[in-house]
């Protein structure tokens, strides 16, 4: 079986623009590419799980949405890194939907597509429902600190707060 690093899109791999619907708008987090190499060599495989509340909202448009994962995987696949699925969940953000973090839809999911122990795996995200998601899906979690207070949140803590996806990958390959 795979060990897996899941991954929130905004404000973990790209910065946060809120909605982003521009593909011209993608910005690159510092840390994301060195971190991910430093996990790929250490054996992890990598998928990106994004809730898109943008979509049912009529901000985010599916098309610009494909394009946007497009972008992201040319751009980390020059870097050597191969993100194998871009699961996304259109819901909104009371819909309780469970592909909707903090449920576990897109874990399981990814489970089962990448034959992935998610008891050896890893979800990296900017919010608590990001680290909630990987502790019920039975993963660990690492919580970047961006613009929510994880301390503001009824979810268990995540096993590492930090700022970067480089600092997330010295974790990890020092607790492995
Ligand atoms: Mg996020």
Redesign the pocket.
Known sequence: MNKAIIL?????IIV?KLYLNDPDNIEYLPGAFKGLQRLRDAGYIFVIA??QSGVPRGIVDLDNLHEIHRRIDVEFKKQGVEFLSFYYAPYMTDSGHPMRKPGTGMADLAAKDHNIDLTKSWFI???MS?VESGHRAGMKSIF?I?TEDPKASDFKPAELECNNLMEAADFILADS
């Open positions: 929130d899109r905004d404000g973990t946060d994004t809730n995200g900017d919010k990001d970047i961006g």
